[in-house]
């Protein structure tokens, strides 16, 4: 039967997704850590390919393992097509989906916290023809949703249409798969919980009981993150965009 396995990498408070269906022995990593050996041992283990990695958006809290499990696996690198970055992947929109035998993954736009950032729906079509989970990367957390002060960041505007006019149309028990916990740098009053579903976050979910974009807004000022200048580094090394390098002077002779 397919399944979902959740790794939580306790150092930056990341939580990676190893989905599979072992019946047709096809394998996906969603928001790999750089330690790869994990996913490679556990597909190992099911006998099954990797046959995609997604990364959710450009990472700017740790380093992505999406070109090293990419190098090692063979699977392309799947990621929001307004990605800019220096290296091959696969560009994906909405409604695009990615085949696991039994399982689909498919592509929701969620710009906000990153331009480029998107969510995956998972169904299990053993079980229906509809989604059950969402892996909603640094789009919306238990118990917060993703900062918009990363280099790179949508608007508020953004943020809002995308919580409020895509993932709050889900139905309820769609399980919710967040790319992080307390601890993270990415949002602040994430839960230790490390799944939930879409219909406790419309309940409980502060950010989510602004009714007006207006009390969003709000919200947003009267909740701000501690300042993550490294930020800027980690997306440099994630884009693997070559930097720019500063001309020395000449020197006098
Ligand atoms: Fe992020």
Redesign the pocket.
Same mark, same amino acid.
């Given at each position: 039967m397919p399944y979902i396995k959740q790794f939580q990498n306790e150092k930056s408070s990341c939580l990676s997704y190893y989905v599979c269906c072992p019946g047709k022995a096809k394998c996906a990593v969603i928001d790999p850590s750089d330690n790869v050996g994990l996913y490679i041992d556990q597909a190992g283990r099911d006998f099954s390919d990797i046959v995609a990695i997604i990364d959710t958006?450009i990472? *700017? %809290?740790h380093i992505s393992g999406a070109r090293k499990l990419s190098e090692i696996s063979g699977a392309p690198i799947y990621m929001g097509k307004s990605s800019g970055v220096g290296f091959q992947f696969t560009p994906v929109s909405d409604g695009d989906k990615i085949d696991l035998g039994n399982v689909d993954l498919e592509v929701m736009r969620t710009p906000g916290?990153?331009t480029e950032s998107i969510s995956i729906l998972y169904t299990d079509r053993k079980r229906a023809s509809v989604p059950w989970g969402i892996f909603s *990367? %640094?789009t919306l957390f238990v118990g917060d949703i993703?900062r918009l002060d990363?280099s790179g960041a949508g608007t508020s505007e953004q943020m809002h249409d995308t919580l409020f006019g895509k993932l709050l149309s889900l139905p309820d028990y769609v399980e919710l798969y967040p790319?992080?916990y307390v601890g993270s740098v990415?949002g602040k009053g994430m839960s230790l919980k490390t799944y939930s579903t879409i219909g406790f976050e419309r309940r409980f979910n502060p950010a989510l009981q602004c009714i007006s974009f207006e009390e969003f807004e709000r919200y947003l000022l009267e909740n701000p993150l501690e300042p993550f200048p490294a930020h800027l580094e980690f997306k440099r090394i994630n884009s693997a965009l070559q930097m720019e390098v500063p001309t020395a002077p000449p020197r006098k002779s």
């Open positions: 958006h990472h *700017g %809290d916290h990153t *990367g %640094d993703g990363f790319a992080h990415c």
